[in-house]
């Protein structure tokens, strides 16, 4: 039996139980046409986070969501495949950045911080590019930091990062690559940044232009819009008390690819901010 759901349009937004994911979601309740899921990797944050939406007359519907667990990824698709025959909008906002002040070595912060942002963000789409739907929209929310660490890779890296025929695989290798000249304490003479979480939004930033490409490629009558993105530099936990942004204002652009019109034909494997294409 085909349910009334499957007909029902609805946005996923991961890590949005607090930040610029939360702010994404509100703006999403008021500006999207079907049902939004806030998602959280922990089921008490994520069910506080909805109520404190209910509070502000908003209805995000919750699912648990935790990025960096390839069952939780798999379970959530499965459930939007069942419900929603699909998912239309997805917004992989999830990700993590050690402190400055933080004492853990390199190599280990290099180590975990590209497995969450660019691992588990890859883990993310190679599950939902088989659910989302024709005219969907894909946001993966990096950062500026991704061309200014681009700009202090050696030229042999931004020759390689700014390559349009560069594959998934080598990306693949560059990130397990980084991690490990990190792990040796080698990273700066092989020509890395000295920046993890910099060198991890590097690779969300190419890893969306692939899979725009790979989208042109493999689904061209679909009209799905996939682009990469900085929500500027926002009020958060992760970022601090002094930026100029809000989280709301920080969820203006992210928005903004989210709800592309639909036969809208760009942008289209950009990297985006302030609603304005970037050079990359
Ligand atoms: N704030 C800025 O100035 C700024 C600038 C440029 C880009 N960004 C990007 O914007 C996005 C949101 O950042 P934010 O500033 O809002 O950070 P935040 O306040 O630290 O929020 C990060 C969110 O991601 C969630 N998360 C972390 N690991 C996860 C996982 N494995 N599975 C699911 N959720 C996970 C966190 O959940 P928990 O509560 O469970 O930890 C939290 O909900 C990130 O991609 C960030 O890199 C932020």
Redesign the pocket.
């Known amino acids: 039996m085909v349910s009334f759901y499957m007909s029902t349009r609805v946005a996923v937004v991961?890590?949005?139980?607090?930040?610029?994911?939360?702010?994404i979601v509100r703006a999403l309740c008021k500006q999207f046409e079907g049902d939004v899921y806030l998602?959280?990797?922990?089921v008490g944050?994520g069910e506080a986070a909805v109520k404190a939406l209910n509070s502000e007359g908003l209805k995000p519907m919750f699912h648990q969501?935790?990025?960096?667990?390839l069952n939780?990824i798999k379970t959530a698709a499965e459930f939007f495949k069942q419900k929603y025959a699909g998912v239309d909008v997805l917004i992989?906002?999830?990700?993590?950045?050690f402190k400055v002040a933080d004492t853990t070595p390199f190599g280990t912060q290099a180590e975990v911080t590209v497995k969450?942002?660019f691992f588990?963000t890859r883990n993310m789409w190679t599950v939902f590019s088989e659910i989302i739907k024709p005219g969907g929209r894909v946001v993966n929310?990096?950062?500026?930091?991704s061309i200014s660490a681009l700009n202090k890779c050696n030229l042999d890296l931004q020759q390689r990062f700014r390559n349009e025929n560069i594959t998934e695989e080598e990306l693949v290798e560059l990130m397990q690559r980084f991690v490990d000249e990190a792990k040796k304490g080698e990273h700066k003479e092989r020509g890395w940044p000295d920046t993890a979480?910099g060198v991890s939004?590097i690779g969300?930033t190419v890893l969306s232009m692939i899979h725009a490409r790979r989208l042109t490629k493999e689904r061209p009558n679909d009209g799905i819009l996939l682009n990469a993105c900085?929500?500027?530099?926002?009020?958060?936990?992760?970022?601090g008390p002094k930026?100029p942004?809000s989280?709301d204002e920080?969820a203006v652009t992210p928005v903004y690819l989210a709800l592309l019109p639909p036969g809208a034909k760009e942008p289209h494997g950009q990297f985006v901010s302030e609603k304005t294409v970037q050079k990359w």
């Open positions: 991961t890590g949005s139980n607090k930040g610029i994911g939360l702010a998602t959280a990797r922990n944050r969501l935790d990025i960096d667990d939780s992989n906002n999830a990700a993590i950045a969450t942002n588990s929310v990096s950062s500026m930091v979480y939004k969300v900085c929500p500027g530099w926002v009020r958060t936990d992760m970022a930026a942004k989280p920080g």
